[in-house]
């Protein structure tokens, strides 16, 4: 297991139009679209640990959507208390 050398921690998140990604977010954008159907879709995590798992999250999103939904970075600026 690799581990980073920095002390700031990174974390992945799905954004559509500048709003993180949550099922209920998703449900709205897809009533846009004229379909109820929700087969096969599997609601994204919020918060993703790794690059590659937040990838992998965007791929269950319907191809509709799939355009418009970016990955953000957010990273720790360090302990606050």
Do not use: C
């Not at 559509?16 to 096969?40: A, Q, R, V």
């Not at 970016?70 to 302990?79: C, L, M, Q």
């Amino acid at each position: 297991m690799k581990t980073k050398s920095s002390s700031k921690m990174e974390l992945y998140a799905l954004v559509l139009d500048g709003k993180i990604l949550t099922p209920t977010l998703f449900k709205e954008y897809w009533k846009n679209y004229g379909n109820n159907d929700l087969y096969g879709w599997k609601p994204p995590k919020k918060i993703y640990f790794t690059l590659g798992r937040a990838k992998a999250g965007k791929k269950w999103i319907p191809k509709e959507l799939q355009d418009k939904v970016e990955i953000h970075r957010f990273t720790s600026s360090g302990k606050i208390e």
